[in-house]
Every structure is written in structure tokens, then in C-alpha cells.
């Protein structure tokens, strides 16, 4: 089973944390098995739940770009003459 990064699993909501754990408890416990037909059905959950994580973590992404685009503009204003 692949793990999500540590950014999108820290943008999960308590829910989606719970459902990504108990899936990924699941997922472990089928390719311990050698069930991987199974784990495979497992892990496509597990990257549609997480789908809302990574579009929460692209928006902080955008959001610090704004406001980084913003800085330098001010900054640029400040030191341009009159």
C-alpha cells in the first residue's frame, strides 16, 4: 500500500484520517495475504479519499503564491521613485 505524503495526510479532515487509517490497516492486511488483486481495489480508495486533501493542499499552494506575488509588489512600489 502506498502512503500518502505528510502534507495531504495533515489536510485530512478527522473522517477522512479515520477512513484512510482503517483502509490502510485493510490494504496491509490483504497484501500480507498475497491478496494484491484486492489491496489494488483497497488503494484506489484510498487515492479517491484523498483527492479533496491534495485540491485543500494546491489551494494553500495558491494562496501563498498571492501573497508572496503581493510582498514583491509592495516591496517594489516602496523602492520605486516618485
Known amino acids: 500500500m502506498r502512503h500518502c505524503s505528510v502534507q ?6 478527522r473522517e477522512e484520517l ?4 482503517r483502509l490502510m490497516e485493510v490494504g496491509s492486511y490483504l ?7 484486492l489491496a489494488y481495489i483497497i488503494q484506489q480508495e484510498v487515492d479517491i479519499l484523498i483527492l479533496p486533501s491534495i485540491e485543500r493542499l494546491k489551494d ?9 506575488a503581493e510582498y514583491l509588489e509592495s516591496i517594489n ?3 520605486s521613485p516618485l
Request: proline share 0%; charged share 55%; glycine share 4%.
Open 8 to 13: 495531504v495526510r495533515g489536510l485530512l479532515t
Open 18 to 21: 479515520d477512513r484512510y487509517n
Open 31 to 37: 497484501e500480507s495475504q498475497e491478496k494484491y488483486d
Open 60 to 68: 494553500k499552494s495558491r494562496e501563498r503564491d498571492r501573497a508572496t
Open 77 to 79: 512600489k516602496d523602492e
